[in-house]
């Protein structure tokens, strides 16, 4: 896992013609070599070295099938980052207890590192799971996008969610199956 795109460096890779245009087709749903050539006028040697930079950057992954795929959560991770901090108040409408933990581990609204005690990790992990809907399916590559909001190892995080019983996932898709639910 590469590590994740600040603004500057995001703006650097979009600085360059031919991965904008490359992002631009991903955006717009063409996923193969072959129809972002099509899509964006490049030659076919330009659209692989603009695809080859922007994976090896970590704003697009390489499907196994030949697809690409941007990790548009780069670009919120990316402005989050560069946003100057809004609130210090953030953990106010948890119980003492549970904010107390998330004010060492989250901070505008990121995960700073994954708690290593498994007791603040539940405490963490139980936050996590409230992105996630009740009777909502997921496939894999939507709960990343999730998870890669809050931290840039959404690996780890959705192994921590599956194992803990908050997600589970069965023939590629998760769902919640555990964590505090609100009651409105």
Known sequence: MTNPLDAVRLVGLLAEG?????????????????????ATGL??????VALDRLVQ?????????G?????????????????PPTRTDEHDD?????????RTYVRDGRLTQIPMQRSKRLVVLDVLAQDFEP??????RQVNVILGKWHADW???RRYLVDEGMLSRADGEYWRSGASFEVE
Do not use: C, K, N, Q
């Open 18 to 38: 031919a991965r904008l245009r490359t992002v631009a087709a991903l955006v717009l749903g063409y996923d193969t070599l072959a129809a972002i050539t099509r």
């Open 43 to 48: 030659e076919t040697r330009e659209a692989m």
């Open 94 to 102: 948890h119980p003492s207890e549970v904010a107390r933990v998330l």
């Open 135 to 140: 009777g909502r399916r997921y496939t894999e």
């Open 67 to 83: 697809a690409y795929h941007l990790l548009e959560a780069a670009f919120a991770t990316a402005a989050r980052e560069a946003a």
């Open 155 to 157: 690996a780890a995080l």
């Open 57 to 65: 950057a970590g704003l697009v992954e390489e499907a196994g099938d």
